[in-house]
């Protein structure tokens, strides 16, 4: 069965520095999500992507946040200078045929900053 | 904002007992669902019910939603010691983006 995949398991980095998480949604999925939560708490709601550009952000989805779609595969999110408080597991999502589905969640990628 | 919220936020029951779990929310909604969470793992999804739906079935799964009330329900019924987990809900609001709870954590003792 197709599943979404993402890189790495976990990542530590020191504050300040860029980092990218990857993942590599359903092949003929066409919206993207990132999703993040910190230990402990919600699952929060990043950034939604539809037809190479961004559809909805939240608050969180800052200045220091990117998200791209490269080819036709991979779909990143970078952080550009990471804070402690980016310390979380991040989830990437994908729906197939509408934003109003079941969207598949990759395993995550747990982010430690330090 | 929509924002689904469960209750009780800890459940421990026998294998075999049914679990419930109830959600409510705040605005008008799409579609809601449900998903499970193992520790430390990714959110796989369980059901989803739409705003004209009442209720939904999937295996050992129902799901009611009463819109008037802005609440939904999930039972497990026969619960295993592989049912345990955390269970969310979340509603779907614009372009799809889902909005989860805090969750409801439930153990099954064999």
């Known amino acids: 069965e197709p599943e979404v995949t993402q890189t790495p398991s976990h990542q530590v980095t020191q504050m300040g520095q860029e980092v990218i998480l990857r993942c590599v949604p359903i092949?003929?999925?066409?919206?993207f999500y990132w999703y993040r939560q910190i230990l402990g708490q919600k699952v929060e709601f990043l950034v939604s992507?539809?037809?190479?550009?961004?559809?909805?952000k939240s608050e969180i989805f800052d200045d220091q946040f990117s998200v791209e779609r490269p080819d036709g595969s991979n779909f990143t999110l970078k952080i550009r200078s990471t804070k402690l408080e980016d310390s979380a597991m991040y989830f990437c999502?994908?729906?197939?045929?509408?934003?109003?589905?079941?969207?598949?969640f990759g395993p995550g990628t747990r982010l430690t900053v330090t | 904002s929509q924002q689904g919220e469960e209750d009780p936020q800890a459940l421990s029951i026998q294998e075999g007992e049914n679990a419930t779990m109830n959600c409510s929310y705040k605005?008008?909604?799409?579609?809601l669902q449900w998903y499970r969470q193992n520790s430390g793992r990714g959110l796989v999804h369980l059901i989803l019910?739409?705003?004209?739906?009442r209720e939904k079935h999937s295996g050992r799964l129902r799901v009611t939603l009463d819109t008037s009330k802005k609440s939904s329900s999930l039972l497990i019924t026969a619960s295993r010691a592989a049912d345990t987990a955390s269970y969310f809900c979340?509603?779907?609001?614009?372009?799809?983006?889902?909005?989860f709870g805090a969750g409801t954590q439930v153990v099954v003792t064999p």
């Open positions: 999502a994908s729906t197939p045929t509408g934003p109003f589905y079941e969207q598949y």
């Open positions: 092949s003929n999925h066409l919206y």
């Open positions: 992507f539809y037809n190479n550009e961004i559809s909805e």
């Open positions: 605005t008008s909604i799409n579609n």
């Open positions: 019910i739409r705003s004209n739906e």
């Open positions: 979340a509603t779907a609001g614009s372009w799809g983006k889902l909005q």
